[in-house]
């Protein structure tokens, strides 16, 4: 079955160090993979995109890596503050011609002074 | 310049009923998306329209409609209301709704059925 796994527990850690959430998914072949940011009772927001075809891609303090051959991305947060404490989603774009995604359910990140 | 707004933000409805929620997307946009989440889960798709038109379903019943105006504002109707739809109703925009773009969330509709 198809199925796309975010770490499940929230993720506790100290301001200024690197916050690395993992997104694996199985038995999709996904065009594209984003990650958006959620705080309570608010939409997602976008974050950062990537196609199939790289490995990395940055923003900022943001940084996202793609491996199509382990079906797995990584989102890491460098010197982390507590304004980056939410829920963060990762979603696949499936090849289809429109733009529907696939979310995962989220980690929940809390970055503590 | 408006994100995209959602009304009503809450909305508390018994089970058989209909709901009728509502969506402005972005100026400049044309294609607007539903998506339901459930607590504690991501958000799941339900549609996407554009020009007026439903580019794509979701895996949800037939009590689930919607559709686009003129002005590309929508609206998600549910008949029959079921205490399972109970969620955050959220709306997105995008100028085209092809592959490769964005997709700009409104703050959403919490739905509660009793």
């Known amino acids: 079955s198809q199925k796309i796994e975010q770490n499940s527990e929230a993720l506790n850690i100290q301001e200024g160090k690197t916050a690395t959430l993992t997104c694996n998914y199985t038995?999709?072949?996904?065009?594209?993979l984003q990650w958006y940011r959620q705080d309570p009772g608010r939409g997602p927001v976008f974050l950062l995109l990537i196609r199939e075809n790289e490995k990395e891609k940055r923003k900022e303090r943001l940084k996202v890596t793609f491996d199509t051959t382990l079906k797995q991305s990584l989102f890491h947060i460098t010197a982390s503050q507590p304004a980056d404490s939410a829920t963060y989603l990762c979603?696949?774009?499936?090849?289809?011609?429109?733009?529907?995604?696939?979310f995962g359910a989220g980690t929940r990140l809390a970055v503590h002074p | 310049d408006a994100g995209v707004t959602q009304s009503p933000t809450h909305l508390i409805k018994t089970r058989g009923q209909h709901v009728t929620l509502r969506c402005s997307p972005i100026?400049?946009?044309?294609?607007v998306s539903w998506y339901q989440q459930v607590l504690g889960q991501g958000p799941q798709f339900i549609f996407q329209y554009y020009e007026k038109e439903e580019r794509g379903r979701g895996n949800f019943p037939d009590r689930f409609s919607a559709r686009q105006f003129p002005n590309y504002s929508s609206e998600l109707n549910v008949n029959a209301l079921l205490l399972g739809d109970s969620a955050l109703y959220l709306c997105?925009?995008?100028?085209?709704?092809?592959?490769?773009?964005?997709?700009?969330f409104g703050s959403g509709t919490q739905l509660s059925v009793l």
């Open positions: 997105a925009s995008s100028l085209d709704g092809t592959a490769n773009e964005k997709l700009f």
């Open positions: 979603a696949l774009l499936v090849s289809g011609g429109y733009n529907k995604l696939i």
């Open positions: 038995n999709y072949s996904p065009a594209y």
């Open positions: 100026s400049g946009h044309k294609s």
